[in-house]
């Protein structure tokens, strides 16, 4: 069934049916793929390009994740204060400006400007399901399974693009987003608004303190490590985070308009998906950076490893979000059979068995391949069911707030569980060497298992109305109605 959309009398003329919208969301989801994708596996040979070492390559790296922690309350509920297409445009501009501006005028200063602006990608998709669920509520499920396989898929296209162009020079890469920009702008500018309410005030205050706590944890998350996780800087600053951030859940609860309703969470149904997606997140998204090094390191050196290069690591990581891709446009005629409870649980069991057989078996490459296939499709599924509850279990005009909620929950949940692998990367270094022993690959197989098991016990908690119990359908209860 089509949705017919008027015309605002300013602008392009908004696309006037669901299927056509679905797809023009696409383009902007297809964009935060390819800027996902595209720059980590540069920023080696870029940073050496530029004299950037290996600490301001990280740093590179950490300034983008704290963009996107930060970055992903304040657009989703400004989204539903001030309009999801207006806030959407605002991050599509963001994101389009920091592009350009690191494959025109790369430098350090340059990449640590461009990815902070990078990180508005993160409002993307709570803004659009915001949009989705207002102006066309029977494409809700399918939408947004095929946004995340699209999503999915360009992540691996992405890296695979920036590492062909970069073969004879590597800043040439950094190019890869730009053209997509464009089109992403373009459909932002096609696209209608939700027809929601709107009402009350931006929470200046709990802005500052969520900001100044989520860049306290991240901080001791990325930088414990190095500092030592028993020094005085780390623990000093891991407690001012939790100060911080319990400051902000206080202001919050008392608030007449709050930043994130912290209420939200006295849901059930939301704070089940908002734990499982953490715990999903931990491996799916926290093991990325690890499993190249796996594909990478050379076997006769390590005693472990693959040996590949860059391109053969963007293949089998292609493959990947295939398999993910598979998992996502599956997950709505899974929820018809099974149910939603069932289809969150087998994602779980997915994730720990994928990681279960990388630990047990990766004496070679089929057998490695296989186990993160298994992962993959599981990350299709859990990316596509969690965005989609999460939207369905609270009121319309809370929707973009909601869903940000959860891709809060999934960044968090991937920098932790990168930053527990990392510890034991450095736990298990050998000594004298820049090398990693297997027993370290070895634990961080096993915590990502064990985070998924406790995943897949949160999703057994998962209560369907009773109403919808029978029959899974895609149906949009108010949260008043839900048990």
Same mark, same amino acid.
């Given at each position: 069934?089509? &949705?017919?959309? &008027?015309?605002?009398?300013?602008?392009?003329?908004?696309?006037?049916?669901?299927?056509?919208?679905?797809? /023009?969301?696409?383009?902007?989801?297809?964009?935060?793929?390819?800027?996902?994708?595209?720059? &980590?596996?540069?920023?080696?040979?870029?940073?050496?390009?530029?004299?950037?070492?290996?600490?301001?390559?990280?740093?590179?790296?950490?300034?983008?994740?704290?963009?996107?922690?930060?970055?992903?309350?304040?657009?989703?509920?400004?989204?539903?204060?001030?309009?999801?297409?207006?806030?959407?445009?605002?991050?599509?501009?963001?994101?389009?400006?920091?592009?350009?501006?690191?494959?025109?005028?790369?430098?350090?200063?340059?990449?640590? %400007?461009?990815?902070?602006?990078?990180?508005?990608?993160?409002?993307?998709?709570?803004?659009?399901?915001?949009?989705?669920?207002?102006?066309?509520?029977?494409?809700?499920?399918?939408?947004?399974?095929?946004?995340?396989?699209?999503?999915?898929?360009?992540?691996?296209?992405?890296?695979?693009?920036?590492?062909?162009?970069?073969?004879?020079?590597?800043?040439?890469?950094?190019? &890869?987003?730009?053209?997509?920009?464009?089109?992403?702008?373009?459909?932002?500018?096609?696209?209608?608004?939700?027809?929601?309410?709107?009402?009350?005030?931006?929470?200046?205050?709990?802005?500052?303190?969520?900001?100044?706590?989520? %860049?306290?944890?991240?901080?001791?998350?990325?930088?414990?490590?190095?500092?030592?996780?028993?020094?005085?800087?780390?623990?000093?600053?891991?407690?001012?985070?939790?100060?911080?951030?319990?400051?902000?859940?206080?202001?919050?609860?008392?608030?007449?308009?709050?930043?994130?309703?912290?209420?939200?969470?006295?849901?059930?149904?939301?704070?089940?998906?908002?734990?499982?997606?953490?715990?999903?997140?931990?491996?799916?998204? $926290?093991?990325?950076?690890?499993?190249?090094?796996?594909?990478?390191?050379?076997?006769?050196?390590?005693?472990?490893?693959?040996?590949?290069?860059?391109?053969?690591?963007?293949?089998?990581?292609?493959?990947?979000?295939?398999?993910?891709?598979? $998992?996502?446009?599956?997950?709505?005629?899974?929820?018809?059979?099974?149910?939603?409870?069932?289809?969150?649980?087998?994602?779980?069991?997915?994730?720990?068995?994928?990681?279960?057989?990388?630990?047990?078996?990766?004496?070679?490459?089929?057998?490695?391949?296989?186990?993160?296939?298994?992962? $993959?499709?599981?990350?299709?599924?859990?990316?596509?069911?969690?965005?989609?509850?999460?939207?369905?279990?609270?009121?319309?005009?809370? /929707?973009?707030?909601?869903?940000?909620?959860?891709?809060?929950?999934?960044?968090?949940?991937?920098?932790?569980?990168?930053?527990?692998?990392?510890?034991?990367?450095?736990?298990?270094?050998?000594?004298?060497? /820049?090398?990693?022993?297997?027993?370290?690959?070895?634990?961080?197989?096993?915590?990502?298992?064990?985070?998924?098991?406790?995943?897949?016990?949160?999703?057994?908690?998962?209560?369907?109305?009773?109403?919808?119990?029978?029959?899974?359908?895609?149906?949009?209860?108010?949260?008043?109605?839900?048990?």
């Amino acid at each position: 069934m089509s &949705t017919h959309i &008027t015309g605002t009398g300013r602008g392009p003329r908004a696309v006037s049916s669901g299927p056509a919208m679905v797809a /023009t969301m696409a383009v902007v989801v297809l964009f935060s793929g390819i800027v996902q994708g595209y720059l &980590t596996p540069l920023l080696p040979e870029v940073g050496r390009s530029l004299h950037i070492g290996t600490v301001g390559q990280n740093n590179i790296y950490l300034l983008f994740q704290l963009a996107c922690a930060v970055l992903t309350p304040l657009l989703s509920r400004l989204g539903d204060l001030h309009g999801h297409r207006r806030l959407l445009r605002v991050a599509l501009a963001m994101v389009a400006g920091g592009s350009l501006l690191i494959a025109a005028w790369p430098s350090a200063v340059t990449l640590a %400007v461009g990815v902070t602006l990078q990180g508005a990608l993160v409002g993307f998709f709570p803004l659009l399901v915001g949009i989705l669920r207002s102006r066309a509520p029977e494409q809700n499920r399918t939408g947004i399974s095929l946004l995340v396989g699209v999503l999915l898929i360009a992540i691996g296209v992405g890296g695979l693009v920036a590492g062909a162009l970069s073969e004879g020079h590597a800043e040439a890469g950094l190019w &890869t987003a730009v053209p997509v920009a464009v089109l992403a702008v373009v459909a932002g500018l096609v696209l209608p608004d939700s027809d929601i309410p709107r009402g009350g005030r931006f929470h200046y205050g709990a802005a500052a303190l969520l900001t100044a706590g989520l %860049v306290a944890l991240v901080l001791v998350l990325a930088q414990g490590s190095t500092w030592g996780w028993g020094s005085a800087r780390t623990i000093g600053l891991a407690v001012v985070a939790v100060a911080v951030l319990a400051a902000w859940v206080a202001v919050e609860r008392r608030s007449e308009n709050p930043l994130v309703s912290v209420r939200m969470l006295s849901n059930p149904r939301l704070a089940v998906v908002s734990g499982y997606t953490f715990c999903a997140a931990f491996g799916t998204i $926290g093991f990325l950076g690890a499993n190249a090094l796996f594909l990478g390191s050379p076997r006769s050196e390590n005693g472990y490893g693959m040996d590949m290069g860059p391109q053969a690591i963007a293949t089998i990581s292609l493959a990947m979000v295939v398999a993910g891709f598979a $998992g996502s446009t599956l997950t709505p005629r899974l929820a018809r059979r099974i149910g939603d409870r069932a289809v969150l649980a087998t994602g779980g069991v997915l994730v720990a068995l994928g990681f279960a057989g990388m630990a047990l078996f990766h004496d070679s490459l089929a057998q490695y391949v296989t186990s993160a296939l298994v992962v $993959g499709l599981a990350t299709g599924l859990f990316e596509s069911i969690t965005r989609t509850l999460s939207a369905e279990v609270v009121e319309e005009h809370e /929707t973009a707030l909601a869903v940000g909620l959860n891709e809060l929950a999934l960044s968090l949940g991937a920098a932790i569980g990168a930053a527990v692998i990392g510890g034991f990367f450095t736990a298990h270094a050998v000594r004298g060497t /820049t090398r990693i022993a297997e027993s370290g690959y070895l634990w961080g197989w096993g915590a990502c298992a064990c985070a998924a098991v406790v995943g897949t016990a949160l999703a057994l908690r998962y209560r369907v109305p009773r109403a919808d119990a029978a029959t899974p359908v895609p149906h949009l209860a108010p949260s008043g109605d839900l048990a």
